[in-house]
């Protein structure tokens, strides 16, 4: 089953820092974009940071200078570095992936969502 496993959420106080990192299973290949999405109850899902297969990345204005994006093409990984974390940024994570995949054997290709990592920043 296609999966992407988040991990590294928790709690910490402002100014502080947090590392996230996301893997894909083997159902899921060809990877294009993976990103990092953020959602606080009652509001939409909104971008965080993505990067591309080749590295280019897109961050969200709120993050540019705080977090930083990466990945590890060989592992499927990819991981969000937050520094200076503001209780703004308190939401639920959410990993992505562009990917071509097998769910319940059937092969598909798009959007790869994993189930979210709570992060909280008390001010």
């Known amino acids: 089953q296609a999966q992407l496993v988040e991990a590294g959420g928790g709690s910490v106080q402002a100014g502080g820092s947090l590392r996230l990192s996301c893997g894909a299973s083997?159902?899921?290949?060809?990877?294009?974009?993976m990103g990092w999405y953020r959602q606080v109850p009652g509001n939409q899902r909104e971008l965080v940071a993505t990067?591309?297969?080749?590295?280019?990345?897109k961050y969200a204005d709120s993050v540019k200078g705080r977090f930083t994006i990466s990945r590890d093409n060989a592992k499927n990984t990819v991981y969000l570095q937050m520094n200076s974390l503001k209780s703004e940024d308190t939401a639920v994570y959410y990993c992505?992936?562009?990917?071509?995949?097998?769910?319940?054997?059937?092969?598909?290709?798009?959007?790869?969502w994993g189930r979210g990592t709570q992060v909280t920043v008390s001010s």
């Open positions: 990067i591309t297969s080749d590295g280019n990345t």
């Open positions: 083997a159902s899921i290949w060809n990877i294009n974009a």
């Open positions: 992505h992936a562009d990917a071509y995949y097998y769910i319940d054997g059937a092969m598909g290709k798009g959007d790869v």
